[in-house]
């Protein structure tokens, strides 16, 4: 029987995305810790802007970031 894994959510106020790929570097560090230990999903909280979509999924370096 194969060991069950714990789901983490890791809620961030910065992590690095294409357009500012140094925010959050820390942030990033630490979900890579985590990972292999974890099912790990990121959410990242970012402030509405017009024009900018309420949600958006990307994956970092094998990380679901929402």
Do not use: C, Q, Y
Request: net charge positive; proline share 12%.
């Amino acid at each position: 029987m194969k060991p069950r894994r714990i789901k983490v959510l890791m809620v961030v106020g910065g992590f690095p995305l294409p357009e500012r790929p140094g925010r959050g570097v820390s942030n990033l560090r630490a979900a890579r810790a985590i990972s292999p230990l974890a099912d790990l999903r990121v959410l990242f909280l970012r402030s509405w802007l017009p024009g900018r979509p309420v949600t958006r999924t990307e994956t970092v370096g094998g990380i679901p970031v929402t």
